[in-house]
T-cell receptor, first 111, second 115 residues
């Protein structure tokens, strides 16, 4: 499984877009990028995932570079409730029980 | 609309005691997982199950046992509690293992202290 690198912490003003980067330079062609978040030690919550195309859902957008070596999670209008630790995870496309969790990025949304 | 339910929420054990952490899901998912999360760290997989009667080890299985007699339930057993098992334990389930749709749903966690 490819490893990921994320900044340990970021700040964002309430109402502005939060752009969280993730480096996964060793990703292979059949590995997906998943994003989860964990609010104040609650159970992690799935946000979005993608293979090579950009993805958008009601929570966020995922932008994957053309070479797939990095991605950015975008929260378009961050609120105080988006303060959380965000995990970027790469997982094999086939049957794979493992999600390798790193330390994530601690996002603080400030009023 | 319960999803994944874990009990208890908190527990304090003495060294050498045993206990079972309960996990139940009502989404009819075949795949279930147990993770532990130490302070300031990411999650580490302890055990997982691909269906009733089938379990396998994850990254950190030592000191734990699991069983899966029904689709809904996946209890985690600690036989001889040690201080190193002080952690937050999360149970999760997913519909599939395939990477394209391996969306895992998590419970609220059990906070365990071994003193």
């Amino acid at each position: 499984d490819a490893k990921t690198t994320q900044p340990p912490s970021m700040d964002c003003a309430e109402g502005r877009a939060a752009n969280l980067p993730c480096n996964h330079s060793t990703i292979s062609g059949n590995e997906y990028v998943y994003w989860y978040r964990q609010i104040h030690s609650q159970g992690p919550q799935y946000i979005i995932h993608g293979l090579k195309n950009n993805e958008t859902n009601e929570m966020a957008s995922l932008i994957i570079t053309e070479d797939r070596k990095s991605s950015t999670l975008i929260l378009p209008h961050a609120t105080l409730r988006d303060t959380a630790v965000y995990y970027c995870i790469v997982t094999y496309a086939g049957n794979n029980r493992k999600l390798i969790w790193g330390l994530g990025t601690s996002l603080a949304v400030n009023p | 609309n319960a999803g994944v339910t874990q009990t208890p929420k908190f527990r304090i054990l003495k060294i050498g005691q045993s206990m079972t952490l309960q996990c139940a899901q009502d989404m009819n998912h075949n795949y279930m997982y147990w993770y532990r999360q130490d302070p300031g760290m990411g999650l580490k997989l302890i055990y997982y199950s691909v269906g009733a009667g089938i379990t396998d080890k994850g990254e950190v299985p030592n000191g734990y046992n699991v069983s899966r007699s029904t689709t809904e339930d996946f209890p985690l057993r600690l036989e001889l509690a040690a201080p190193s098992q002080t952690s937050v334990y999360f149970c999760a389930s997913s519909q599939t293992l395939a990477g394209a749709k391996n969306i895992q749903y998590f419970g609220a966690g059990t906070r365990l202290s071994v003193l």
